[in-house]
């Protein structure tokens, strides 16, 4: 029996000096297209290669990584470019493990990254770390940082701001930052789809005993029902049963098969559908990506960027799962048409939000979710101008996750029709950008995390609903719960920045969202500021 237990609360490991900078782009020069934060990126990172000083840099999506790459290869002379490279979920094993070393044996000076570098790996002798817009968590922020000086020598971290909000907050308001202390981890435990995989892996080492009377009573009040854990157990071993990974026998689970499901479990991502990512060039694969990334970034006449190299995706074979790319110097980027729409489905928990007149029903609960590519457009890369644009015929993604909605009053809608302004795609939009944006002030997670109804069309059940949902497939990670909580303290942050903003038809750092689908357009700032007041 442990006796004696001793805190420790001080960190022991060796460092040196860290200078820790705030940057704030220049907004004469931000461009939706090309952000000023990327071009002040590339500028940072060129300057920090140029001067022999080891950097990683962290940006919030692999596309960021592979474009910045790409244009920082540009500014530096020809005896530096491969000095530089990127580093991101997908790529091989072999490939990641050879940038790994080059990283550490000095060979490289500066690598792209997105957080698949925040641990993990010592790696060591990092000088800098270059931060492309806050990641969402303090937690995330100050592992990153501390991937630099780990050797006792003064350090450099600069956080770049992006155009949104947060951002915008903690350089306008350094203190809103340095007072944040890290936050708890967010996860379902009652999620039935993992939870099924975790007792197959539980069962394959010790077969899992099913007692009909143990924990019978009420513990747990899950999407609605009241549930106990012994019946929460019945029900994801059901599940795993009608997907053949387990079977019962005299009350008794055992997992089906000779190898552990654990190794199948992929820590990276949970699309269950992974795509080969292959050079008809070279006839090598360079690369593996989920289905729901590959149909969006993946389609016939795609341009994908991989180590900074322009690559033109000639075929994506949706019954093989193959990408086929060859490389290709071009002018241009393409950008995805997609639409996705939400349907609610099973039991709700609501309660009414008495801050808003009238005092509408606050919902969440389980939902589908369904995405569908259908054209994308070729973009300049000097003007940002739509210089073509073609249609597709592609397969939906589809899951269930979790979603959280605002039910608005039919005599409000009415009004709004009536002085001919377009509600849902105007101020509910604008509305649900802000709480995505907002939201890791208060639960702390990742804007990415949250999505909302970019491109309601009149046959979308919920396009009336003021709706977020969890990203990402296998039920929702608990994020819809302490969004329900705090709703009220959202409502009113989402207020305060978009009223106090100086921009005259709203912008990056109010109701635009740099991952909108239907890309900001048709949103109103002064009708959105009327309905939140």
């Known amino acids: 029996m442990i006796t004696r237990v001793k805190v420790v609360n001080e960190d022991g490991s060796p460092q040196g000096k860290r200078i820790f900078a705030l940057w704030n782009p220049c907004e004469e020069r931000e461009n939706e297209s090309y952000p000023a934060a990327h071009k002040d990126a590339v500028w940072l990172v060129s300057e920090l290669v140029s001067h022999n000083i080891r950097t990683l840099a962290f940006v919030k999506s692999r596309n960021t990584a592979e474009t910045i790459l790409q244009r920082v290869q540009e500014e530096l002379p020809h005896s530096l470019r491969n000095k530089v490279a990127a580093y991101r979920a997908g790529y091989l094993p072999e490939k990641r493990r050879e940038i790994e070393g080059k990283l550490s044996s000095g060979e490289l000076i500066a690598v792209l990254t997105t957080n698949a570098l925040e641990m993990g790996i010592d790696i060591g002798g990092i000088d800098a770390t270059i931060h492309i817009g806050f990641p969402g968590k303090m937690n995330s922020l100050w592992q990153q940082a501390g991937r630099a000086g780990r050797r006792s ?52 080492e010790l077969p899992i005993s099913i007692n009909q009377q143990e924990n ?18 019945k029900i994801a ?15 008794v689970f055992y997992c089906k098969g000779y190898d552990s499901p654990a190794k199948k479990l992929n820590i990276r991502n949970i699309d269950p559908i992974t795509y080969k990512v292959i050079n008809v060039e070279e006839n090598n694969v360079l690369e593996t990506i989920e289905q729901e990334m590959a149909f969006l970034r993946l389609f016939g006449g795609a341009i994908y960027l991989h180590q900074g190299k322009s690559f033109l995706v000639e075929k ?68 940002g101008d739509i210089i073509d644009e073609k249609e597709l015929d592609m397969p939906p993604t589809k899951y269930n996750t979790k979603s959280i909605w605002l039910e608005i009053p039919q005599s409000i809608k009415e009004n709004y029709q009536n002085n001919g302004i377009p509600f849902e795609g105007s101020v509910l939009h604008a509305i649900e950008h802000l709480l995505i944006s907002l939201s890791p002030l208060i639960i702390g997670c990742d804007s990415a995390d949250l999505g909302c109804q970019c491109t309601r069309r009149p046959n979308d059940k919920c396009r009336g609903l003021l709706l977020l949902f969890e990203r990402g497939r296998g039920g929702g990670t608990g994020l819809v719960q302490p969004i329900s909580a ?15 903003c100086d921009c005259e038809k709203g912008c990056l750092s109010c109701i635009f969202y740099s991952n909108c689908r239907s890309y900001n357009e048709n949103l109103d700032k002064k009708e959105t500021v009327k309905f939140l007041k």
């Open 486 to 500: 705090h709703f009220e303290k959202l409502l009113e942050l989402a207020f305060i920045c978009v009223s106090g």
């Open 153 to 204: 020598t003064t350090s450099l971290s600069i956080l770049i701001a992006l155009s949104s909000p947060i951002d915008q907050l903690f350089v306008k308001a350094p203190s809103c930052l340095w007072s944040r202390s890290g936050e708890h981890a967010i996860a379902d435990p009652n999620n039935i789809d993992l939870l099924a995989v975790h007792l197959c892996s539980s069962a394959y």
């Open 216 to 233: 019978s009573r009420v513990d747990k009040i899950i999407d609605g029902r009241e549930i106990s854990s012994n019946d929460l157990v």
């Open 316 to 383: 994506l074979d949706t019954v093989s799962y193959i990408a086929y790319i060859r490389e290709k110097v071009v002018t241009y980027w393409t950008r995805v048409k997609d639409h996705t729409s939400i349907q609610i489905f099973g039991e709700k928990i609501s309660r009414t939000c008495p801050t808003l007149f009238e005092s509408p029903s606050l919902s969440y609960g389980n939902s589908s979710f369904k995405n569908k590519v259908y054209g994308f457009s070729k973009i300049d890369r000097k003007s």
């Open 237 to 251: 071993i059901d599940n795993s049963i009608k997907s053949e990974q387990g079977e019962v026998t005299n009350n």
